[in-house]
């Protein structure tokens, strides 16, 4: 969420700013705008009228009899007064920070401008490996699943409808040994490992951007008030901060790391007709999430970091990959900067998002009162979180599938997972 006072001093600048995501983020700021203004104007009566009852009540001291009575009744109606603009404060306020919640996070200034992904810009040096090459026609992961009788969407739709699938023999293991691989790869790179609810409260929603936005994406019970299935890691994990002030005691330091391994759930709300076929948009798969908690001046630098920690596990998997900076219409309304990782998929002769890394500055910080000290002697100032797909496990086991395939429909384990697999070197048709 933005800060309203940044907003009202900075007007301009930050209508130019949310003008880069788009018309309709523009937009968003209307209401709060003329919200502001009907704010303004009432602290301002609500303080001219205080001091006014000050006045009045010293001049109490000076008055007997009639007069005093007058003056007491005065005062009485002024009192009302107040309280009455106060209530009339507290809900402009609320109008506010609800308009507010609905403002997209103002783009750094290194984004690049454009609308859409066509005008998203790969980092060149940042990119890893080449397409392989085959002496014959590669299949999509799909037909390489079903023809080694690993992959089974017939029983995953009977069981449990569209976009589900089941994972059998070799093929589950294998899923369960990129996510360990992920993991330990994490822990070498300094992240504290971390196991979390799957089920989080509105709060915690509300804090990392997914409430009030996004509901409709969601999967949530119906029990009172309501808990929802997590879309990622990211929310409770950054959310194990909320209401904290990092350094002080009982709460780690600020540039903590976290990873975190979960389920994701998501309803796909609005992607009719997308990715139907295969593993690539699911309503249930499996990451690992990276998660940092940094200090303003440390956080772009850390999301170059997070970016090339995310990397490192598709390198040692021999995956061909990119790093594109995402442009200010394409990103995510709650990020500051994205880098997606695309990895080079073979069956699509395509690249595909394989991890979103992305700074907030900020954002989540002031809806989750997450912050930090800088010294002893130093008010507490709001944090920066970042997060990143560390990696997406079903779509790297896509990745492993496409690239990794043989003429003879069989798929080779790249060597880093192999010591995971208890030597395996190939998943064979069962």
Known sequence: MLDLRFVVANLDHVKAALARRGAHASAALVSVE?????????IVKSETLRAEQKKQSDAMKTLRGEAQAELRTKLKAMADE???LDTTLREVEARIEAA??????LPHPSVPDGQSEHDNVVQGPRNFGAAPTFAFAPKDHVALGEGLGLLDFERAAKISGARFAVLKGDLARLERAVLTFFLDVARERGYTEVL???LVNQASLRGTGQLPKFEADLFKTTVEPPLYLIPTAEVPVTNLHRDEILGDPNSPPIGTKYACFSPCFRSEAGSAGKDTRGLIRMHQFHKVELVRFETPEDSQEALE??????????KRLGLHHRVVALCAGDMGANAEKTYDLEVWLPGQSAFREISSCSSFGDYQARRAQIRFRPSATEKPKLAHTLNGSGLAVGR??????????????????????????GGLEKLTKV
């Open 196 to 198: 979390t609810p799957y």
């Open 34 to 42: 003329a919200e502001a203004h009907v704010r303004k104007e009432l």
């Open 100 to 105: 507010l919640l609905s403002v997209p996070n």
């Open 396 to 421: 790297t086991v896509v990745a492993i599938l496409e690239n990794y395939q043989q003429a003879d429909g069989s798929v080779v384990i790249p060597e880093a997972l192999r010591p995971y697999l």
């Open 305 to 314: 970091q997070l970016t090339t920690d995310a990397q490192e596990p598709l």
């Open 82 to 84: 107040v309280k009455a």
